[in-house]
């Protein structure tokens, strides 16, 4: 899967050969932890809509995503906000902003019994989580997402080239 574009992830598992499905999205309130707030240069302990989705290849779950929006950039109230299939989606959706671009860190994990939660990892397995910030077109941070990939099933890749 080529993570060069803004693309949902359901598009990248029809790319990688899969039929993919998302089961029927969570959410909850909480306050944002210091971490969270940092990286949504936000305010710890403001109130935040945590969005979970849990991805399938052929009914096979692959990739669990959590989103961390701010309260405040919705245009919504929490019991009101419309499901998506893609953080992409879901923001658009539900008033927060467009996502421009968005940076992406990756990082190998390594499962254990509840991480992550989800996927039919083995503990002592490995996997990979991205850390992705959201973007708007006016360069605001408008959500984070953590997104845990089960590689043995879906492998990412990026294109670099000189532009």
Known sequence: MRLNRLVPFTELIEQCGHVPSVDPQRHRVEPLSAADAEVLEAESGAPALVVERLLRAGGDPVITVIDVVPIARLAVEPDAVREAESTF???????????????????????????????????????????????????????????????????????????
């Open 89 to 163: 989606a879901f923001l658009a959706g539900n008033g927060v902003a467009a996502v421009d671009y968005a940076t992406s860190e990756f990082i190998p994990r390594v499962a254990t019994a509840s991480d992550p939660a989800g996927l039919d990892i083995e503990p002592g397995e490995p996997y990979i989580e991205l850390l992705e910030t959201h973007f708007s077109r006016e360069h605001e941070r408008i959500a984070l997402s953590r997104v845990s990939v089960d590689d043995s099933t879906v492998r990412l890749s990026l294109l670099r080239r000189n532009l």
